[in-house]
C-alpha cells in the first residue's frame, strides 16, 4: 500500500488499519514536478500529550461496524480503560467537500475537507484527537496530511480536548489531496481500538 505520510498520525492509524506498508508519497509527487507553483504547507503534526491519563490506562474500544456506514451516521461506541471505567459516546463524519487550497497553488492539488463530530454521552470524561482522524483512496493510501484550517472558529481542534458527559467537538479538517484521487473513505481509528470506523464518501 502506499502511503501519504504526516509524523506521528500515520503510526497510530496503521495499527487500528494494520494494512500499512511501503514508502511512496502521493502528493509529493505531484507537487515536484510543479515548484513554480505556491504549495500549501501542511500544518504542524498534531502532538500527543504525554501526560494524558487516557494514554496510560490501556483503553479499548467496542468495535465499530464492519461495513462503512454513511456521512452523518453516528457510531455509538463504549470505552473501557485498564481500571475498569466505561464511557459511552458518539462519533459521526458529517460531511465531506473539495476545494481548491486559497491563494496560488498547483491546479492540481485540493483540499480535501471533513466535518467531523466526537460527544461524550455517559461515563468517565474521554480525551478526543484530530490526529486519529484520516482519509483512505479507493486503492487504500492513506492521507494523515493535515492542512491549517481556513477559518479556525469552525475547524476541530487541533491539541488533545477532554469530553466531559453532554459535551462535543464538532468542526472540520482539511487534507491536502490531488483532484485526480477523491477518497473512498473517512476512518476514525482511535489507540485502544480493534480497528477504524469507516465512513463511506460518495464517488
Known sequence: MRII???LSVGLLCTAVAACGGTADVVSGTAQ????????????ADEPNTENPESAAGLTYSAPPDSPMALGEAWLWTSTTRSGAKAT????VLAYEQH???????ENLRYDQVKVRICSTSGTPVTVYRRFI?????RGEVNTIKMDALDPK??????DTVLKPGQCAE???DFLGVRSKR??????????ASKPARWAIPQ
Open 183 to 192: 477518497p473512498a473513505q473517512a476512518v476514525w481509528g482511535p489507540n485502544g
Open 5 to 7: 505520510t504526516a509524523a
Open 100 to 106: 481548491k487550497p486559497p491563494g496560488p497553488a498547483d
Open 89 to 92: 459516546g458518539t462519533t459521526a
Open 33 to 44: 514536478k510543479t515548484k513554480s507553483a505556491s504549495t500549501p504547507t501542511p500544518s504542524k
Open 134 to 138: 484520516a482519509l483512505i483512496t479507493p
Open 154 to 159: 469552525t475547524a476541530f481542534p487541533s491539541k
Open 171 to 173: 468542526g472540520t479538517i
